[in-house]
């Protein structure tokens, strides 16, 4: 199915080759460990001390891995304790989308560089301004195809050009059991006070613990696959105290090279989101959602914000850039404006 799913899509993806830039190809490094990405002449208090890499951080299965980039909240110059405890076990998970990568990645290939200003470590300092009391990381996907289709085959089923295969909840392989026992990893790796465990119920969760998930382009397959895993989750005890503290999860401008399920539509699985309590946020940009060679994703976005409604939910929803030109960069841009 999703091999022919990437033949009927042809035309999307010659159209978004000719139009994005590559990276470097590159998966998840086999070597552990703690990088500081500081550059060499920046202050002290600058955002890119705060910036740490984790290169092959284990998920629930250990050669289900995934690199991660850290940044840690902002405390200079705070003199009240109470700000730091309270923002203490507060994160932030990023998915990116295709082209993203590591700076220098990015660079290495000749029409990178006029894409850097999007790459992890951007995206990083942007959400960290945009949450600045909380902990942001940014999970790379396992694999880049053909330098530039970003493919998180560790939460959910894809094909090579990272297009979905969703399914239900299975409690032995499943994108709600990867990401907690990712984040438990690395908060570990990184020294961090407090970490949540990688199995457990409720004592297993700190105190104060909350988490919101944003996905950007290709990296909303993620939240869409925990969507459909969500009744699943709730209900497996292993995990339903861990996904009660899921306060928000943003959708930022979804797309994938598929030629359907480029946002949830099963009435059944919005239920469930419905009812979860959990924040929904949905912006996008008319350069996914008014595209007429892919029709069905501004369909299918709002079916998503209407069958949501339907069941009793307020989602947040912005369709940014409106009056303007659908274009690459404001697909982008939407990182910034949400």
């Not at 959400?127 to 330098?147: C, I, K, Q, T």
């Not at 989750?233 to 943003?250: C, E, G, N, W």
Request: proline residues 6%; aromatic residues 10%.
């Amino acid at each position: 199915m999703l091999a022919a799913r990437a033949v009927t899509v042809g035309i999307t993806l010659i159209s978004v080759a000719r139009t994005m830039t590559s990276v470097a190809a590159t998966t998840s490094s086999e070597t552990p460990g703690l990088h500081a990405a500081a550059s060499r002449d920046a202050h002290a208090d600058s955002p890119l001390q705060r910036l740490e890499r984790l290169f092959a951080v284990p998920g629930y299965n250990p050669n289900r891995v995934n690199d991660l980039l850290l940044l840690r909240p902002d405390t200079h110059g705070q003199t009240d304790t109470k700000p730091k405890e309270k923002s203490s076990n507060r994160h932030v998970m990023f998915f990116h989308g295709d082209i993203q990568n590591f700076q220098e990645d990015m660079a290495l290939q000749p029409e990178g560089a006029q894409w850097l200003s999007w790459s992890l470590e951007q995206v990083a300092l942007t959400l960290g301004r945009r949450f600045p009391d909380r902990y942001v990381w940014v999970v790379r996907a396992s694999h880049m195809y053909l330098h530039k289709f970003s493919c998180y085959h560790n939460f959910v089923e894809s094909n090579m050009f990272g297009a979905p295969e969703h399914s239900l909840y299975s409690p032995d392989f499943g994108a709600f059991l990867h990401l907690r026992a990712l984040l438990s990893h690395g908060m570990e790796r990184a020294n961090l006070p407090h970490p949540v465990q990688p199995q457990g119920g409720a004592d297993s969760i700190p105190s104060g613990f909350s988490l919101t998930l944003v996905g950007f382009s290709k990296g909303c397959v993620v939240l869409n696959q925990m969507v459909y895993e969500l009744a699943g989750a709730r209900a497996d005890p292993r995990l339903s105290h861990f996904v009660k503290h899921i306060s928000d999860m943003y959708w930022l401008d979804g797309g994938h090279p598929g030629g359907s399920e480029t946002w949830v539509t099963n009435k059944r699985a919005l239920k469930e989101l419905a009812s979860s309590g959990v924040s929904i946020h949905a912006h996008v940009t008319p350069y996914e959602v008014c595209d007429p060679m892919r029709a069905w994703v501004g369909r299918e976005h709002g079916l998503f914000i209407k069958i949501l409604e339907e069941f009793g939910a307020c989602p947040s929803k912005r369709l940014h850039f409106e009056d303007e030109t659908p274009s690459i960069e404001n697909h982008f841009r939407v990182i910034q404006e949400f």
